[in-house]
């Protein structure tokens, strides 16, 4: 990493308190030197965003899933189900407190959830302003 991407996460982490020394701090901590190294300009997450995101209707993706909601409903606190029944587990932090800390586990869910919501991989952005979003409910 180059000093600024350095400067640019530390930034970052210490904006975000309430995360200090978690699993998911970590994993936004990655995010955010990804985000940097793609965009100097970037300048943090956006838990808005990221709410627009979850509730945000694609054209691009499966039509079966044309929104994260079809499967996760529209309040992230409670289980959702998959199209074929299966329960999903909240997305939210405040219910489900050991989602988004290990990474590889966070990347293959954004991994086939972006393809089939979005069509498309999701950017380190994206991941960011989700779980940021996800981190205040």
């Known amino acids: 990493m180059t000093i600024r991407t350095l400067l640019a996460v530390s930034a970052f982490l210490a904006a975000t308190p309430a995360l200090a020394g978690s699993a998911q701090h970590a994993v936004l901590a990655r995010y955010a030197a990804e985000a940097k190294t793609a965009d100097p300009g970037f300048t943090g997450f956006s838990a808005e965003r990221g709410k627009a995101l979850f509730h945000a209707k694609f054209a691009t993706g ?32 405040s219910v ?26 999701c ?15």
């Open 123 to 137: 950017t380190p952005v994206e991941k960011g302003d989700f779980i940021s979003y996800m981190i205040t409910q």
């Open 96 to 121: 489900k407190a050991d989602r988004y800390s290990d990474f590889a586990e966070t990347e293959k869910w954004f991994g086939r959830n972006c393809d089939s919501v979005i069509g498309r991989t």
């Open 62 to 93: 499966k039509p079966d899933t044309p929104s994260c909601t079809t499967c996760h409903t529209e309040n992230p606190k409670q289980e959702g189900r998959t199209r074929a029944g299966k329960i999903v587990p909240p997305l939210a932090l």
